[in-house]
């Protein structure tokens, strides 16, 4: 049989059913079609752990890639070529024979306010004492509980969709949810405030999509590298490293910010009880090109600030199920 003949492989990409999963797989495809056009992609989507327990804080699930497990396994198996992935969702530690081959262009990484109709006319800082924010957020939790001690706090879980509608009906006063979640399901008009990294670091690799493969597939890295953007990417390897140094999964109050100017990367980090009452917080400048190192830098430092205690707690916390927003509200 002569090459010309030989058909390339179809390329397999693993998804989650989410809408949020969906749209931003379906993105992926999308340019790599107009980049690969004779090549043929097709989505397999997979249920993972934290599609499937939806009644219990997230927190208490733990956090050893409840979003992204099953769809490592596929790769494995080899029954996919690469998973998308929230990039905050994606621990910081991949399981033997992967690769995080690509990071895309981040989009605005900032948490945002949701509110109820009858608080149309606040921001964060002018809601009433009691008011209920929704969140299963430990970093959001802890951030908010440090400036406005005066709110209450619940939990929320569910989709975007299910956790407006608890919203509108009244269950809540207000959510925090991602401004980039909302943006991508064309739901930006529900964004009431962008709130300031004054008051809320994001979380580790928000706003970034991360595209996992097996790790020896140079097919596939070659072509994925393609929709790959450095500038993202530097950052959020800064980010990553600096969350794995402080060994802290998806659940534990650490929050951060970065930005590269002229090849100079600042990375802004915290650490946060909580109850709120401590959040230690710093930012250390390096050359991009040593992003990770920056990162590390930015644990120890916070760690010698006291950040270990603050960490050790919580593990503790957590062991005992203490830890969600309802046991402490
Ligand atoms: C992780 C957290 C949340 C998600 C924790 C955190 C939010 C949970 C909640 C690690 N994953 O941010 O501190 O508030 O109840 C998630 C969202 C997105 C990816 C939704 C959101 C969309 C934004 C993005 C859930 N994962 O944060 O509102 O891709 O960055």
New binding site residues.
């Given amino acids: 049989m002569s090459p010309s003949v030989t058909a390339a492989r179809t390329i397999r990409i693993g998804s989650r059913k989410s809408q ?1 999963a969906l749209v ?1 797989t379906y993105w992926v495809q999308e340019q790599l079609q107009q980049r690969f056009p004779e090549r043929s992609f097709e989505v397999h989507t997979m249920s993972t752990q934290g599609d499937k327990i939806l009644d219990v804080a ?1 927190a208490k699930i733990g ?1 050893k890639g409840l ?1 992204t497990k099953e769809l490592e396994v596929g790769m494995l198996q080899n029954e996919t070529d690469f998973a998308v992935h ?4 994606l621990p910081t530690k991949l399981p033997e024979g992967l690769l995080l081959a690509c990071i895309t262009e981040r ?1 605005n ?1 900032a ?2 306010l949701v509110v109820h109709e009858k608080h149309k006319d606040k921001q964060l800082e002018t809601l009433p004492a009691g008011a209920v924010v ?7 939790l802890a951030q908010l509980r440090h400036y406005f001690p005066h709110l209450q706090f619940k ?3 569910g989709n ?1 969709n299910t ?1 407006l509608q608890k919203l509108d009906e009244g269950g809540y006063d207000a ?8 943006q ?1 399901l064309g739901m930006g008009e529900r964004i009431h405030q962008v709130i300031p990294e004054e008051i809320s670091l ?8 991360g595209i996992e493969c097996r790790a020896d597939d140079v097919e596939i890295i070659n072509i994925l590298k393609t929709i790959e953007h450095p500038e993202t990417r530097a950052r959020c390897y800064a980010e990553r490293a600096f969350l794995r140094s402080l060994e802290g999964g ?2 534990v ?3 951060v910010s970065t930005r590269i100017e002229n090849n100079q990367l600042t990375l802004t980090g915290m650490v946060a009880s909580l109850d709120g009452q401590r959040l230690i917080k710093d930012s250390i400048t390096g050359a991009a090109e040593n992003a990770e190192q920056i990162g590390i830098e930015l644990a120890n430092r916070l760690r010698q600030q006291g950040a270990q205690e603050i960490l050790d707690e919580i593990f503790a916390q957590v062991q005992r199920g203490e830890n969600s927003p309802k046991d402490n509200g």
């Fill in positions: 949020l931003q997230l956090d979003f929230s990039l905050k969702d989009e990484p948490d945002a929704g969140t299963s957020s430990l970093r959001r939990d929320i879980r975007l956790r959510l925090i949810l991602a401004v980039a979640g909302l991508r994001h979380a580790v690799g928000q706003g970034a999509l998806c659940q109050p650490i929050g």
